[in-house]
């Protein structure tokens, strides 16, 4: 009988110490509410520049839970090599799940004033005209990437003018507007 209630003891001994473990390895209060704070950095970003203080609170909370669902052990996350960039994936990848390429949200990803800039849209349209080429554009996303994961990967590769993205953009800017973009190379050269 000694040994059997040794044995119980032993082993509700392990069974509190595992909790006590389990406990401490999962994000508190403290380190969820840094991680929100730190992913305010983003709110720079353009599609998130555009929304609410309401649906960034949203998109941060579902940002925060799968980094937490991904990385149970708040410490080692923290400490892992290149978690700034695990957490750029994930913000990214977040943005992308939320986004259908549809005329309303592609706005937010690619507003008309960075078009401007870049040279892909003339200045002063009216809102039939955004909306006319906002259309042509999610239509052309739709037709050229087949699934979120090809849009994504997109997304992270337009850095130049010839990127595929930018392509889509100028098609649809020359066909509602015959706007064409003129791309000039200057060579420089020493003497």
Not at 20 to 45: G, H, P, T
Not at 126 to 144: E, I, M, P, W
Request: hydrophobic fraction near 45%; charge should be negative.
């Amino acid at each position: 009988m000694k040994k059997i209630l040794l044995s119980f003891s032993l082993l509700a001994f392990f069974a509190i110490g595992f909790m006590s473990c389990s406990q401490q390895r999962e994000w508190n209060r403290e380190q969820r509410k840094a991680m929100r704070e730190a992913l305010r950095d983003y709110r720079k970003m353009v599609y998130l520049n555009d929304l609410t203080d309401a649906e960034f609170q949203l998109f941060a909370d579902e940002v925060a839970t799968d980094l937490e669902t991904s990385f149970p052990v708040y410490t080692t996350f923290i400490a892992m090599p290149g978690v700034n960039d695990t957490v750029d994936v994930v913000v990214v990848e977040t943005i992308v799940e939320e986004l259908d390429a549809d005329a309303h949200n592609m706005r937010h990803i690619y507003p008309y004033n960075y078009l401007v800039s870049q040279g892909v849209l003339p200045a002063g349209l009216d809102h039939s005209q955004l909306r006319a080429f906002y259309t042509c554009f999610a239509g052309k996303v739709n037709a050229t990437f087949n699934s979120m994961g090809q849009f994504f990967n997109a997304i992270l590769a337009d850095t130049t003018n010839n990127s595929q993205i930018r392509q889509l953009e100028s098609q649809c800017a020359a066909d509602l507007f015959n706007w064409t973009v003129t791309e000039i190379d200057i060579i420089e050269t020493t003497k």
